[in-house]
Nanobody, 122 residues
Framework: VQLVESGGGLVQPGGSLRLSCAAS????????MGWYRQAPGKQRELVAV???????NYADSVKGRFTISRDNAKKTVYLQINSLKPEDTGVYYC?????????????????WGQGTLVTVSS
């Protein structure tokens, strides 16, 4: 199982981006899916998370600007990013927990994507 991210890029302040992360393979279930980011010289931090039941949680710094959503059938999680600020710059990583893969029901406690770079600059 791999997490494949897409959608990063260079955007001006105030702009928008939509990040996507799809789990490859034949997946039976995924518990939580979320996004983390790591700014230059800083630790990786939680941005937003979505549970399989539809609950969401956001970092205070992104509330009202970022929206996480997921398509359980497609095993994909999205992050809509609006009103981008320079401090949103960083590598955004997709994360998935408690992933069960078919056909042998192999279990993965945690998976990470390779990261996608978001640069906010004029």
């Amino acid at each position: 199982v791999q997490l494949v991210e897409s959608g990063g890029g260079l955007v001006q302040p105030g702009g928008s981006l939509r990040l996507s992360c799809a789990a490859s393979g034949i997946i039976a279930s995924i518990d939580t899916m979320g996004w983390y980011r790591q700014a230059p010289g800083k630790q990786r931090e939680l941005v937003a998370v979505s549970t399989s039941g539809g609950n969401t949680n956001y970092a205070d710094s992104v509330k009202g600007r970022f929206t996480i959503s997921r398509d359980n059938a497609k095993k994909t999680v999205y992050l809509q990013i609006n009103s981008l600020k320079p401090e949103d710059t960083g590598v955004y990583y997709c994360n998935a927990n408690n992933v069960q893969e078919l056909p042998d029901f192999r279990w993965y406690r945690e998976l990470w994507g390779q990261g996608t770079l978001v640069t906010v600059s004029s």
